[in-house]
């Protein structure tokens, strides 16, 4: 296949969930079985998905394919020279990867939708929804300018905003829903705000035109500060979209949408858009924005981990888990492992999405119950559903032979090698440290669930396996969640071909504006790229350092939870008593909401009051001010218009009128009467000259 074919099927696969979209927006109701419009289209999708990843990984290994067209054209403006807009798509081995992904959660989620949504009088309405946020996604992937990602960016917003209210009548889910998106918009000001910085200094949206630029030593306003600033601000939008700190509060309220959504936008795809977008920024990233990234994710991991071991409700568990997850992914691309923050975006895609549909196979089990606490003994009822959640949260905890410790041992292994090389320890000291905390609060889930004595029995009684097609899914993303998928050795990927597709992007950066590891080359004399090399080979011997610890770790995590959970040698109850203080911190989310309702929340309505007070006493004071002058004006000029002008033309009618009705009585048409009269007037002139 060329390659004019290849990028032409990839622009057929942005567009086939869209169709689905406005055929089932427009007819969904007349359609019978309307679940099968959009499931048509993503299957579609899938399979040409994966022509275009073995087209691309086998014949366009190293070359990235383009294709772009001027949406508009200014022509030549003052100081500016020639200026236009440029739209189009780049397929690369990420952005193909990307693409494959999103499509494989997505049809496994439309697929456990069908028995899991039954019933639902808005039933159509969820599938177009979903097809909205499957284009909006692969948009995001597919571009290669900032402002179509843009654009895609509030699409996948609006998305999930209308999923994540789904069901909006319960006030819940709206509130839910509302939150999510004004956080959101919050994070996708500053990425608007670096969009526009590069775009007034560059003249063009476009990655490869702007990232050439920098690379030649052309930095935005000729300042290294502003390109540190410009990658800030449009991590910012990250910040939003991954729920990172101090932003994260929204995903956890996002689960009361339905939760095969869960699974697709706050477990695999929505919130991953985040991690993608800074690995497409990774080139133009400086230290100083990376070692802002890092802190940002290291401590969204911590935090959100630690809120994860006292949560009871089982999509909660799993909300904070994605957002420690993420964390995980962020730092890992802010200490330079690139590489191993994109495995563990697809890894983590698989098994998340795992867990989420796996939790939803037991809501609907225990007919809509989440609470860990009225559950127990499940695996008896659900032996599917339990043992692929064991492999989702054995894949979660680093457990070898499981995708997810391929993965996640790189990270830790690249938080190694960064302190190594740099002193900054923070980052792997907290990336064991929340290994740990995930070990523990997954398999305290897993017992809390599946395992010990029903705690409802009445529940338990009717409890039974989910349907074949809420079952397939899980066992398909329970095989990819195993190594082999990623490379045939269970201990390293380096030895696989995921590791050969995805390379770590050079540094296009200024030497001095570089981490200590980067070394400068000269590439030509137009290009100075940084690359890693060294880094690279510290991570490779720091890899099995951070197997041992990491696997030390998540065993600790694993015994402590079967020490309290499963063999009860210490009671939780009584822990949670002794140790009441920090307890109560982790269960209320370390009061994240309560701060920010007394503070932001509190000063938004206290300034829209003193707002409103002003704009109905002084604004609309001013207006009624105004309008009472003009009136009283008005009322004046009326009067003086009716009594005197009116008066004064009025009189003189009067006056006229009556010296007419007096000369009237003259007018006889009589010759004689007329002659008199002249005569008389002669004689009466005679005596006035006279008497002068």
């Not at 002193?423 to 889930?445: D, E, Q, S």
């Not at 002084?618 to 009136?631: E, F, K, L, P, Q």
């Amino acid at each position: 296949m060329n390659e004019n074919l290849l990028i032409q099927l990839s622009a057929i696969n942005l567009f086939l969930p869209l169709i689905g979209f406005i055929i089932l927006i427009f007819f969904g109701k007349r359609i019978s079985r309307s679940h099968l419009v959009e499931i048509s289209t993503i299957f579609l999708g899938l399979l040409a998905s994966i022509v275009v990843v073995h087209q691309k990984l086998s014949y366009y290994e190293i070359k990235d394919l383009v294709y772009e067209f001027q949406w508009i054209d200014f022509g030549k403006v003052p100081f500016l020279g020639k200026l236009g807009i440029n739209l189009g798509i780049q397929v690369d081995n990420v952005s193909a990867i990307m693409m494959l992904t999103v499509y494989i959660v997505s049809f496994v989620v439309h697929l456990f939708s069908i028995k899991y949504m039954e019933g639902d009088p808005r039933y159509s309405r969820y599938f177009a929804y979903l097809g909205l946020f499957t284009f909006s996604m692969l948009g995001i992937v597919l571009t290669h300018n900032f402002l179509m990602m843009y654009i895609f960016w509030e699409l996948v917003g609006l998305s999930s905003y209308l999923l994540i209210g789904f069901w909006f009548e319960k006030q819940s889910a709206a509130d839910a829903a509302k939150k999510a998106f004004i956080v959101n918009r919050i994070g996708d000001i500053g990425f608007f705000l670096g969009i526009l910085i590069l775009f007034a200094h560059y003249h063009t949206f476009t990655f490869s035109e702007i990232f050439s630029q920098i690379s030649q030593g052309n930095l935005p306003f000729n300042s290294g500060s502003v390109l540190t600033l410009v990658g800030i601000l449009i991590f910012c939008g990250a910040i939003g979209k991954s729920a990172q700190f101090p932003l994260h509060v929204w995903l956890p309220d996002a689960m009361e949408g339905p939760t095969p959504v869960s699974a697709l936008i706050h477990a695999a795809t929505m919130v991953a858009a985040g991690v993608y977008l800074v690995a497409r920024i990774f080139v133009m990233l400086t230290s100083d924005a990376l070692l802002f990234i890092a802190s940002i994710g290291a401590i969204t991991a911590f935090i959100s981990a630690t809120i994860a071991i006292t949560q009871t409700d089982i999509k909660r568990i799993l909300a904070y888990s994605t957002v420690s997850q993420l964390g995980y992914m962020i730092m890992s691309l802010g200490v330079g492992a690139y590489f191993f923050a994109f495995l563990h975006l697809i890894t983590h895609a698989f098994f998340k999405a795992g867990l989420f549909l796996g939790s939803g196979s037991v809501i609907h089990a225990m007919h809509h119950e989440q609470d860990i606490r009225f559950m127990g003994g499940l695996r008896k009822k659900l032996p599917i559903t339990y043992y692929t959640f064991i492999i989702f949260t054995l894949a979660i905890s680093g457990i070898p032979l499981t995708s997810g410790f391929l993965s996640k041992d790189g990270i830790l292994g690249g938080t190694l090698a960064f302190a190594q090389l740099t002193g900054y320890w923070f980052f792997p000291v907290i990336g064991f440290f929340v290994a740990m905390l995930t070990a523990f609060y997954m398999f305290r889930l897993v017992i809390l669930t599946f395992h010990g004595e029903p705690r409802d029995y009445q529940k338990f009684e009717h409890a039974h396996e989910s349907p074949t097609t809420m079952l397939i899914p899980l066992i398909s993303l329970a095989l990819l969640s195993i190594f082999i998928f990623f490379s045939p050795n269970p201990l390293n990927i380096e030895t696989g071909w995921f590791y050969k597709w995805i390379q770590t992007p050079h540094t296009i950066v200024p030497k001095e504006m570089a981490f200590p590891f980067m070394i400068q080359s000269e590439i030509s004399s137009a290009h100075k790229i940084i690359h890693s090399k060294v880094y690279t080979e510290i991570v490779h011997h720091a890899h099995s350092t951070a197997m041992i610890i990491s696997l030390i770790m998540a065993g600790l995590g694993i015994l402590l939870a079967l020490i309290i959970y499963q063999w009860r040698i210490i009671s939780a109850d009584k822990l949670a008593l002794k140790l009441s203080l920090l307890y109560k911190f982790s269960l209320n989310k370390w009061y994240f909401d309560e701060l920010y309702s007394k503070t932001f929340v509190a000063f938004t309505i206290g300034l829209s009051k003193v707002l409103a007070w002003f704009d109905l006493k002084i604004i609309d004071g001013i207006v009624n001010g105004v309008a009472g002058v003009t009136r009283w004006f008005s009322a004046s000029s009326g009067l003086f218009d009716n009594k005197v002008i009116d008066g004064a033309v009025n009189l003189t009618a009067s006056f006229t009128g009556f010296f007419g009705l007096i000369f009237r009585k003259l007018q006889t048409g009589k010759v004689q009467t007329y002659l008199v009269m002249v005569l008389t007037g002669i004689i009466i002139l005679f005596f006035i000259i006279k008497s002068i």
